[in-house]
């Protein structure tokens, strides 16, 4: 019984970390982005992490921009962007540099 807790618990360790580099594939086009208006930050020192259009899995859906505190000193948004592979869209999720 050990053996398989063992077996189940080290196959779920390898996978979960293989899900968080899935990629959205979409054969439909983006729409353009809409220009939002960002208010006032909460306080100094936060990043406006623009939005940007999301695939729920039948049409896109726009996501708003927020402020965020970067995770370290000189960090940089990488926002979220859609790249255009093998006559498809591909999201390229947004994150810190």
Do not use: C, F, N
């Not at 196959?11 to 054969?27: C, E, N």
């Not at 909460?42 to 623009?50: F, S």
């Not at 006559?87 to 540099?97: A, S």
Request: hydrophobic share 40%; proline share 12%.
């Amino acid at each position: 019984m050990k053996k398989i807790a063992l077996a189940a618990l080290l196959a779920i360790t390898t996978l979960l970390p293989a899900a968080s580099y899935a990629q959205v594939y979409v054969r439909v086009g983006p729409p353009a982005p809409i220009v939002e208006r960002r208010p006032p930050p909460p306080e100094r020192g936060y990043v406006w992490v623009g939005g940007y259009q999301r695939w729920d899995g039948a049409r896109y859906v726009w996501v708003p921009g927020r402020w965020d505190r970067p995770p370290r000193r000189h960090a940089r948004w990488v926002p979220h962007h859609w790249v255009h592979r093998r006559g498809g869209w591909v999201l390229v999720e947004g994150h810190w540099r």
